[in-house]
């Protein structure tokens, strides 16, 4: 495990924009990635985006493709989430996770993630 710190949450009108932000300091060797996750009161908590940190490759939930696109700048050993057009139902708290694993992508379910930030909360009002 290693330590994740987020930042960036908060209160934002319906088809307005946040960006989340989550420093890590593990080893950011081949097999590194990066996720986000989050997770509604009453709700399981659900995959957002990934990010493999080496090659970059992306996956997103199906309820965010196309608004939230995930980053990370390597030097500054951060992963991003720029979110757009937000709505709602996107109001939940957010919790970006790490793990190594061989997959080209980051993986999906939250149990194959051992590492985990303290989560961020984004309300967005109607």
């Known amino acids: 495990q290693v330590p994740l710190v987020e930042s960036g949450g908060g209160l934002v009108q319906a088809g307005g924009s946040l960006r989340l932000s989550c420093e890590t300091s593990?080893?950011?060797?081949?097999?590194?990635?990066m996720g986000w996750f989050r997770q509604a009161p009453g709700k399981e908590r659900e995959f957002v985006a990934g990010i493999k940190w080496r090659n970059g490759n992306t996956n997103y939930g199906d309820p965010v493709k196309g608004r939230f696109t995930v980053s990370r700048d390597r030097d500054k050993k951060t992963m991003y989430l720029q979110m757009n057009s937000l709505k709602p139902e996107d109001t939940a708290i957010y919790y970006c996770?790490?793990?190594?694993?061989?997959?080209?992508?980051?993986?999906?379910?939250?149990?194959?993630?051992?590492?985990w930030g303290q989560g961020t909360q984004v309300t967005v009002s109607s």
């Open positions: 996770a790490a793990t190594y694993n061989t997959n080209i992508y980051a993986p999906r379910g939250s149990t194959e993630y051992d590492s």
């Open positions: 593990g080893r950011t060797s081949l097999q590194y990635a």
